[in-house]
Nanobody, 123 residues
Framework: QVQLVESGGGLVQAGGSLRLSCAAS????????MGWFRQAPGKERESVAA????????YYGTSVKGRFTIFRDHAENTVYLRMNSLKPEDTAVYYC????????????????WGQGTQVTVSS
């Protein structure tokens, strides 16, 4: 089993940047596909970015493509989400997730979830 801890959230003005981190522990991080998801109040969970265990495949949600970048550091057992050109509609709790295995859909299923970190973008 893997434990995930997100950090890096906060309050930022529109147009600003943040970098979220997700530190993994408890198992072999290198074997896990990793994903970032977000959920705003009253809205369904949204897929943000995903990266396969080898970093050979990367996926982005439509609303963040071109602004967000996902990358991982195997030595640090950490996956990052660099967020640029932030908009008020990016405000949400951001969750890191992990899974092991081969799945055709980059967004589901995920077996392990972090507790989330709040990102608030002011206009």
């Amino acid at each position: 089993q893997v434990q995930l801890v997100e950090s890096g959230g906060g309050l930022v003005q529109a147009g600003g940047s943040l970098r979220l981190s997700c530190a993994a522990s408890g198992h072999t991080f290198n074997n896990y596909d990793m994903g970032w998801f977000r959920q705003a109040p009253g809205k369904e969970r949204e897929s943000v970015a995903a990266i396969t265990w080898s970093a050979g495949n990367i996926y982005y949600g439509t609303s963040v493509k071109g602004r967000f970048t996902i990358f991982r550091d195997h030595a640090e057992n950490t996956v990052y989400l660099r967020m640029n050109s932030l908009k008020p509609e990016d405000t949400a709790v951001y969750y890191c997730a992990a899974r092991v295995g081969d799945y055709p859909n980059p967004w589901t299923p995920y077996n392990y979830w972090g507790q989330g970190t709040q990102v608030t973008v002011s206009s």
